[in-house]
Every structure is written in C-alpha cells, then in structure tokens.
C-alpha cells in the first residue's frame, strides 16, 4: 500500500517544485536578503502542493474515465484499483491541508498577499482534474502550470524571504523562463497521450493541436524558455536551456507512445540543471 501511494506522488515530476524554489531562494539572496528557514518552508509548501495536486488528478481521471486499460504513460493507483478514489481524495484533502498550514506561516513571516497566493494555489490544484469545468479538460492545463510552477513558485518564493514591490522585471522574467520548462513537461505528458485523451474527452491542448503542432509548441515553449533566461541576465541558463531543449525537442520528436515516458524523466532533469545554473549565476 505504501508504495502505491508513493507511486502516487508521481516522484519523477517532483523537481518541478525545487527548481522554482531554488531560483526564487537565488533572485532573494541576489539582493542580499535570503532564509534558510523560509526556503525550506517554501519547498516543503511547493511539494505538498504538488503531491496534492497529484493525488487529485490520479482520482479525478480514474473517476473521469480518461485512465483507460490502454494509457501509455506509468500506471495510476486508482485505475489500478490499488487505491479508492474516496481514499485518494481524502489523501489530496490532507496534502493540501497540509500545505495550507505551511502557507500560513510563511504568510505570517511575510504578509497577507501570501495568504492569496496559497487559496489560489489550493484551488488551482483541485480544480486541474475536479469540478465541473477542469482546466486539464478544457485546455488549460499548460497556462496553470505556467502560472503555478513558474510564477507563482518563483515568485513567491523570493518575495517571501525579500517582500518588495514591484519585483523587479528580472524576476519575472526568470519565473516565466522556469514556467516555460515546468509547460514543456506537461507538454510531453499530453503528446504521448493524445490517443487515449481524444476518445475519453479530456480536450487538452495537445488534443486541440494534434501530434505536429504539439511537437513544435514543445519545442517552442524551449526556445522562449531560453530567451527568457537570456533576457533576465542569466545567460549561462539560457544556452543551457536552449542547447539541452533543443536536444530534448529533437527525441521527442523521434519517439512516439511509450517511448515517450523517458522524455519525462529528460525535461524534469533539464529543468533543475538550468536552475541550478541559473542560481550559480544569481549568486555568484
């Protein structure tokens, strides 16, 4: 049971939520103002969040119909029947609360505003596979992990330890870089399942693009993640992410279905080396 819900928490897309809280951690101390205490209160909050939000989508797509006997990604625990979907949704309401009271105190070192930014995190994270209107269903999955794991991660994660207003358009730009590259995970997820996505009626943006227009869009989101790095200041990051997204762009390309699963672990690596460059340059 244990590694179910392990395998549950989907461990391969977890350095979608360090990498954001590692540069925004950077973007602070690169103004001389950083706590360790907060930038771990920051990722332990980005983690719950995350594992919540995938707790909810691994009961929200069994409950869907879109976890089909035939999905070419990595099993889900409830389309196993390894867990129920009551169980998995009481675990996601856990998770989330969780994050919620971690939230609250990082609002309490800092202000309010953060208070906002976790009730939408928490909502967002819900309503990605729940609800009337999902965002995955309907298209909108990209432009909430955009949101969520690049600005609102970045972000707040430097506001936090250096409230400030406004931020400057350096950090902005290095969130939307990071958001760029969390999207072209997303975007790989999506393109393998186009097949089985289209006949249960999960209308994402893969679906709506169709098999070549998802591959250059994957490739796109690496290029402006590059030119976005580059215009911030972090020029290292940017060829980085450039070199390692047209790498990766050029294998996606040339797999299809199950093969499409080591892109995942790929773009998940490339994302935490370019922010981990990106915080060398931050820093030095």
Not at 20 to 26: E, H, Q
Not at 135 to 146: C, E, K, N, P
Not at 244 to 259: D, K, P, T, Y
Request: glycine residues 12%; aromatic residues 8%; positive net charge.
């Amino acid at each position: 049971m244990l590694r179910a819900w392990l395998m549950a928490t989907r461990p391969k897309t977890l350095p979608a939520s360090f990498a954001p809280v590692l540069v925004g951690t950077a973007l602070a101390a690169s103004l001389g103002t950083w706590r360790l205490d907060l930038a771990i209160g920051c990722l332990v909050g980005a983690l719950l969040l995350q594992i919540g939000c995938n707790f909810a989508n691994d009961a929200g797509d069994a409950l869907r119909g879109a976890d089909t006997p035939d999905r070419l990604g990595p099993p889900r625990a409830v389309a196993s029947g390894l867990i129920s979907p009551r169980a998995m949704l009481t675990g996601a309401a856990l998770v989330l609360l969780l994050a919620a009271g971690v939230g609250g105190w990082l609002a309490s070192q800092s202000g309010w505003q953060l208070w906002m930014l976790g009730l939408g995190s928490v909502i967002a994270a819900l309503a990605y596979t729940i609800g009337p209107m999902p965002l995955a269903y309907i298209g909108l999955g990209d432009l909430f992990v955009l949101l969520f794991f690049g600005l609102a991660a970045v972000l707040g994660s430097a506001w936090v330890q250096h409230p400030m207003w406004p931020l400057p358009l350096a950090w902005w730009l290095v969130a939307i870089a990071l958001g760029l590259q969390a999207t072209a995970l997303i975007a790989i997820n999506n393109l393998r399942d186009i097949p089985t996505d289209a006949r249960t009626g999960k209308r994402t943006l893969a679906v709506r693009l169709g098999d070549r227009y998802t591959r250059i869009y994957h490739l796109g989101l690496h290029v402006g993640a590059a030119v976005a790095w580059w215009l911030g200041g972090c020029h290292g990051a940017g060829a980085v992410a450039l070199l390692g997204g047209l790498a990766l762009s050029l294998l996606v390309w040339r797999s299809h279905g199950r093969s499409l699963n080591r892109c995942l672990g790929l773009a998940a690596v490339l994302q935490l080396v370019t922010a981990m460059t990106g915080t060398a340059c931050l820093v030095r």
